[in-house]
Each structure stands twice: as C-alpha cells, then as structure tokens.
C-alpha cells in the first residue's frame, strides 16, 4: 500500500457530526482511506448515567449518518492508546486525527496518545471544532486569560469566527475494515434503569435533529431576550445537549444567529452572548483546572458547606420534595426530560448552596449524573457562578428568593403544575412521569402529600448571610 493511501483513523469524542468538522474534512479530503473509531475508555466509563446513556445515542446516530456514506463506526473498548495502535497495526493507518479537548484529564490523555503515536511513526494531529476560539488566543491586553466575562464578551464580539466547513459527504474506505464491538453490548444506558423510558421521549439525538432545532430556535430568536428567563415559555434554544456532544458544531451556530443578527432579527445579540458564555467556561476550565475540582476562588475553602452527601436536607433535594415548589419543579424537570430550565438551574443551586448551605461540589456531580446535556466547563462553572465560589462580582450575598423567582418568570404557575403532582385533584402527565423516572428505592408516590419546606426561605437566607459575615470576620 503506498504511503499516500494508507488510512487515517478518526477519533471521534464529543464531535458526533459531518460537518462543521475541520478532522473531518482534513481527513475526507485527502483521498485517503477513513477509518472513524470510537473508543469507550476510562474518561468515558467515569461518566454519569444520563449523559452516557445520552453519548450512546449519539454514537447510534452517528453510525447511522455514518452508514449512509457506505463507511462505518468502529466500536472498541479499553484504554484509548492501546486500542488506536492495534487499529494501525490492524490497518496499516498512518495517521489519527481528532478534535481537541480541553479538560486537565483529556489534555493529559491525548498528549500521552500523540507522543506515543508520533514515536511509533504515525501523524498524530489535534484539530479545533469544539470551541469557536481556542482558549489559548483570547487574553486580556496584558496578555492573561480573562477572569471576569464581560470583558471577555468585549474582546472577542467583533472577531471573525472561522465559516463553517460543509458537510462531509464522501469517504473512502479502506481495503479491510478492522473488527468492531456492538453497541449494544456496551450497554451504556443500563445505570439509568427504568428512567430511561421516561426520559427517552424527549430526546432526538443525532446531528439531523440538532440542525432541526437550531432551525426552530431561529424561527422565535427575535423572543430570545424577553423569554429565555420564562419557566413557562418555550424561550430558550434548546441547542445545549447538542452542543456537548459535539453533534452541532459552535460555528454553525454563531454564523447562523450572526446571519439573522444581519438582517436585523432582534435577540440575536442576547443569544451570541450566551454563546460566548460557554466559552468563557471553557477559558476558565483550560487556564484554571481546578475549576472542576475545587473552590475557584481559593479563600472559600474555609467555607462551612455540609459536604455530607447523606445529610437529610441533601436527601430531601436530591429527590426533589424540599417543600419549595419551584425547587423541586426543576428537579422534576430534569428527571423527566434529562434537562432542566436555565433559570431553575441558578434557583436550584441557589437553593442547595445557599439556604441549606451544602457543598456545590454535591450538587454539581448529581447534575453530572442525571443532565442528558452534562458539559464540564458549563456545569463547573454554573454551579460555582452562583454558589460564590467562582467568577462572579455578585458573590455569595446574592441569594436567590425562589418564591419571588417563581412569581416573577412563572406568573400564572404553569411551569409548576407541569412538574408537581401533589395536591392536585388532576395532575399533568408530565408530572406524574416524575414518579415513573426516580429510582424505586425512593419510595415516592403521587397521591403522597406535598412537603413542609426543609428549611423556611427567610430563616435559610438569614443563616447562609449569617455564615458568610462570619467568613469575612476570620
């Protein structure tokens, strides 16, 4: 086989798509033989149940897309290194490309894979596509990262974002393709046990779908502004699930919003802001790693959080009955839908971080365990910006006031009555789904009375500012 026709192998990771996909197009347009492979290995087996249960699904629907172009999607399992060499052994390949990642474990996981490669002979190369600008060229006028976002949003609103490559229609096969593990034996969905029925509804996966919810978010972009902060209204993009796996490519979608901003459609701007505020948790995530792990903001290690996991009121959140409507709504919400309303997300870490004082850290791993839309950067950094511990000039004082939030962005309560089943003559169906998607373990059912409050809201907001000015006097 001559050199200029041995494979290249695809690494696809959270860049489940055609197009939009500089690896990709660098690979199909080569004329080489392409060998897409997926590699289910340890970063991926530590992933909560709902988003590897949500990854599988995309896996499935890329395979499909991938099928439809007469090539396929390898399937192995193991560590990532040694799976890639036995497919060059297996294939001949000389080269591995992939798009980049940008978390501390990856980063370190993908520069151990690219010496290795490189030694042994095979071009390994990491291209952009998950971000619209690599954290490492975007910085303040003295050269730092930004650590505040506004700024940041300054810095880079006026920069050309690369267009976006087309789709990838075409790719040569190779001679032999190399042996694949079943999907289905994987069986990446299987923590999520009865709830996955629940939630299964609501979920198209695939970059088909994600293209066709970007074209229903433009046809209402012009409400972006005035509704996204509605529990009751359909006002926000729904695009996030896609965006994390990399089914929807960021480009896309800023050129596509950008091009409706051009023809003056209003809330285009709001929206491209937002945009940018996931980058921003990207930046964040890159330059400081521990954003993931640990108080961003060092001086709140001494914070009393409860970091008991077990402690009732964690108990009594977890299951969603802390007898605050609003509260629970959102994590019913989740446990139906696997997604939860942006602004219930801020109220429900509010609520636990605040007024009954736990660890954020509790929160933001439960999050990673039951979001179908589960994003490193984006979760971290959520759950920090309104715990206190993270990037935000309006730190631990601001407390949101979940029953003013709740008359204020659910003024008839619709959003309540969808989601809470209790004390209703006639429930909805969706909330009635919330005791069909928690564990059975839970012990819950509708005709069940609604909670007391844990912890009444003036009393929890009163002891969390309490906790905090004694922080401030040690």
Known sequence: MAHGQTPIIIWFRRDLRLSDHPALTAAAESGRPVIPVFVCDDLVGRLGSAPKWRLELGLGALAEGLARLDSRLILRSGDALAQLQNIVAETGATSVYWSRSYDLASIERDTEIKAALTEQGVTAKSFAGHLLFEPWTVATKAGQPFRVYTPMWRAVQGRDVPAPAAKVTRLQSPDTWPATEDLNAWQMGRAMNRGAAVVRPFVQPGEQAARDHLDEFLDRVSKYSSQRDRLDQDGTSNLSEYLSLGELGPRTVWHRVHQAALMGVSGTEAFLRQLVWREFAYHLMYHTPHLLSDNWKPEWDSFPWNTDPEHPDVIAWTQARTGIPVVDAGLRQMYVTGRMHNRARMIVASYLTKHLMTHWKIGMQWFEE?????????????????????????????????????????????????????????????????????????????????????????????????????????
């Open 370 to 474: 039951c979001l179908i839309d589960w994003d490193p950067a984006c979760n971290a950094m959520g759950w920090q910006w309104v715990a206190g511990s993270g990037p935000d000039a309006a730190p631990f004082f601001r407390i949101f006031n979940p029953q003013t939030q709740a008359e204020k962005f659910d003024p008839d309560g619709a959003y309540l009555r969808r989601w809470i089943a209790e004390g209703h003559r006639k429930s909805s169906a969706t909330a009635r789904s919330y005791f069909k998607a928690v564990p059975r373990s839970w012990n819950l059912h509708e005709d069940a009375d609604y909670p007391a409050p844990v912890v009444a809201l003036a009393e929890g907001r009163s002891r969390a500012l309490g906790a905090y000015e004694s922080r401030k006097t040690h």
